[in-house]
C-alpha cells in the first residue's frame, strides 16, 4: 500500500490502466448508441491512452531542470503524450483530465490524498473547459463527482481518498442514463465515464494493491441514435459562433453586453492569463465576430449552423502563394483527389492530434484552415489548432460534418480576403450545404424512424436516420427526394469503395427525371462503410 503517489506508482499506473482500457475495448465499443458501423470510443481511448504511454516510457528517467518532481514530470509526460494521440471528443476530454492532474500535482513534494482531491478538482476544471458546450450524463459528470466525492473525504489518506473518487465516479456512471435521454432509450451508460471508471479503478488497486470491486457497468441494450439537442437558448437564432480571444478584462466586459444584444446563450471564460473562450447563439455572426475584433485579437473562429445539428500522408509545402492552406480529415482515394485539386492536404480519417499537427505543420503556412468532416474530430483538430498556435500558426477550424460540407467549403476560398472573412465564408458554405449518409446497419437499433436491424440500408440526413430501407438503391433515391423537397440546386454524390457498379448513374438518372432543373455531379469517393454521401445546396 502507497502512502504518496511517486513515480514509479504513476508509471504502473499508466500501465495498468491501459491494460484495463485494452481488457474493455469492446464493451466501451458496445456502448456506442448509433447503429452505424464506426465511432467507437473504446478504441479512442486505448488509442490516447497508448500514447500517454508511449511518452511515459520513452522520457521517464529524465528530469528537466525546472523544479518539478519526478511524479510530476512523469504526469506531464503522459498528459503530453495524450494531447497528441487524442482521438475523438473522450480522448481530447481525457487529455485534459491528465494535464490537470499533472498541472496540479508537478511540483508538490508529496501527493497524499488532500493533494489528489485538488488535483482531480483542477482535472474536472479543465476536462469541462475542453468542452464548448458541456452536456451532463457523459464523461464529466463523471469525473466532477469523483472529484467533488474527493474533496468530501478532506482527508491525507491517499488510499481513502482514491477509493471515494472511484466509487462517486461508478455511481455517477450509473446516472447517466438519468441524465440523457439517448442513454435511457439505448439502455446503456455512457461510454467515455466508463473509460475513466476503469482507470480510475486502476489508480485505486495501485495504491491500495486491492481491486475496487465496483459493480460492472450496464450491459448494452437496444441502442438509438443520440439526437443533436440545442443544449441551450432560443430557438430564435440560427448560428452558433464560438472564437478564442486575446482581451483584457475590461473589453471582455464590454464584449459581454454587445454579444447579450446581438444574440443569447453567452458563454466567455478566460484562462487568467489574458486568452478567452467566447461562445453566443446569434442571427448575425459578421457582427458577433466584428464585436471580438473590437475587443482584443480573436482566432480559432468557428460557426455552426443549428440546421446542421442533429488516404495519403500529407505532403509538404502547400501552402496557397499568401500563406494560408487548408487541412482536411477524409479517407477515400477519391474524395483525397478531390480535395488535393482543391490545394489541400488529406489526413486519414479519426486522426489523432499530434497527426493533425504534423500535417499542419507541414503546409509551411502561417494560416491554416481544418475541415474535420466529423462531429467525433472536431475536438482533436481544436486540439490541434492550440497546439499549432503556440508553434506562431495561426489556425480556425471549420466545424465541417461531411466531406460534401467540406467541399463547399473549399469551393468559396477567396485569397483576396482577409483570412477571418474567409473561414466565415467557409464556414457559412458549409452550414448551406446539407448532407446525408448512406450505409448498412451494423447493429440492431431503435431509431426515430423506427427499428432496424442488422443488414438493413440506413439513410441519415444531417446524422439522424431518416430511412429505413431493404434496396440500396431505392434507399438513395428516397432520401435525394427527401432533401430536394427542401429546397436545393446542386446535388453531389460521393460513391464509397462498396458502392456497387452503375449506384451513381441510377441516382443521377433519378434525379434528372423528377428535378430537372437540379444539377448533380458524381464522383468516385471511394471512402468506406458509407456507399453514398450526398450533399444538396
Not at 157 to 177: K, N
Not at 371 to 392: M, R
Request: charged share 20%; with cysteine.
Amino acid at each position: 500500500m502507497l502512502e504518496t503517489l511517486d513515480a514509479a506508482a504513476v508509471r504502473r499506473w499508466c500501465a495498468s490502466g491501459l491494460a484495463a482500457l485494452r481488457a474493455h475495448q469492446g464493451e466501451i465499443d458496445d456502448l456506442n448508441v448509433y447503429p452505424v458501423p464506426d465511432g467507437d470510443t473504446g478504441t479512442n481511448l486505448v488509442l490516447t491512452f497508448t500514447s500517454a504511454q508511449q511518452a511515459l516510457a520513452m522520457d521517464l528517467g529524465t528530469l528537466p531542470d525546472d523544479g518539478h518532481t519526478p511524479h510530476g514530470h512523469a504526469l506531464r509526460l503522459m498528459a503530453r503524450g495524450a494531447l497528441l494521440g487524442a482521438r475523438g471528443n473522450s480522448g481530447v476530454i481525457l487529455s485534459q483530465i491528465l494535464r490537470g492532474l499533472a498541472d496540479t500535482l508537478a511540483a508538490v513534494p508529496a501527493v497524499r490524498g488532500r493533494q489528489l482531491a485538488d488535483a482531480l478538482a483542477d482535472a474536472t476544471t479543465a476536462a469541462y473547459a475542453a468542452v464548448a458546450r458541456p452536456v451532463e450524463g457523459t464523461l464529466l459528470s463523471v469525473v466532477a463527482a469523483a472529484a467533488h466525492a474527493a474533496r468530501r473525504a478532506d482527508s491525507d489518506d491517499l488510499r481513502a481518498v482514491a477509493r471515494a473518487a472511484a466509487e462517486a465516479a461508478a455511481h455517477a456512471l450509473a446516472r447517466t442514463p438519468e441524465q440523457l435521454p439517448e442513454l435511457a432509450r439505448a439502455g446503456v451508460v455512457d461510454a467515455g465515464g466508463r473509460g475513466l471508471c476503469l482507470l480510475l479503478d486502476a489508480l485505486v488497486e495501485v495504491i491500495t494493491g486491492e481491486s475496487p470491486g465496483q459493480p460492472a457497468s450496464a450491459p448494452p441494450a437496444r441502442r438509438a441514435p443520440v439526437t443533436a439537442v440545442r443544449e441551450s437558448g432560443s430557438d430564435a437564432y440560427a448560428y452558433e459562433v464560438q472564437y478564442l480571444l486575446d482581451a483584457t478584462d475590461e473589453a471582455v466586459n464590454r464584449l459581454r453586453a454587445e454579444l447579450n444584444a446581438l444574440g443569447d446563450s453567452v458563454a466567455i471564460v478566460g484562462d487568467g492569463a489574458g486568452t478567452w473562450n467566447v461562445h453566443v447563439h446569434v442571427n448575425d455572426i459578421g457582427a458577433a465576430v466584428e464585436a471580438g475584433v473590437v475587443a482584443g485579437r480573436p482566432h480559432r473562429i468557428g460557426v455552426t449552423r443549428f440546421a446542421d445539428q442533429t488516404a495519403p500522408a500529407p505532403g509538404p509545402q502547400v501552402a496557397l502563394p499568401d500563406g494560408r492552406a487548408a487541412v482536411v480529415v477524409a479517407t477515400g482515394a477519391g474524395i483525397a483527389e478531390l480535395f488535393a485539386a482543391e490545394g489541400a492536404v488529406v489526413v486519414p480519417a479519426n486522426p489523432s492530434t499530434g497527426e493533425l499537427l504534423d500535417a499542419i505543420r507541414a503546409t509551411g503556412a502561417a494560416r491554416v484552415v481544418v475541415l474535420p468532416n466529423d462531429p467525433n474530430t472536431q475536438s482533436v483538430a481544436s486540439a490541434a489548432a492550440k497546439e499549432a498556435h503556440g508553434l506562431g500558426i495561426k489556425v480556425s477550424v471549420v466545424p465541417t460534418r461531411s466531406p460534401v460540407q467540406a467541399l463547399a467549403a473549399l469551393a468559396v476560398r477567396d485569397p483576396k480576403r482577409r483570412f477571418e472573412d474567409d473561414v466565415i465564408a467557409m464556414a457559412e458554405a458549409a452550414g448551406a450545404c446539407r448532407y446525408a449518409e448512406v450505409c448498412h446497419a451494423a447493429r440492431e437499433a431503435l431509431t426515430v424512424a423506427g427499428p432496424a436491424r442488422p443488414g438493413d440500408v440506413l439513410a441519415l440526413v444531417e446524422g439522424e436516420v431518416h430511412l429505413i430501407g431493404q434496396d440500396l438503391v431505392d434507399t438513395c433515391t428516397a432520401v435525394v427526394d427527401r432533401m430536394l423537397g427542401g429546397g436545393g440546386e446542386l446535388v453531389t454524390l460521393l460513391c464509397g469503395a462498396d458502392a456497387p457498379a452503375g449506384l451513381a448513374d441510377r441516382v443521377r438518372a433519378h434525379v434528372e427525371g423528377a428535378w430537372p432543373f437540379v444539377e448533380v455531379q458524381a464522383y468516385e469517393g471511394g471512402q468506406p462503410h458509407y456507399p453514398l454521401l450526398v450533399g444538396v445546396e
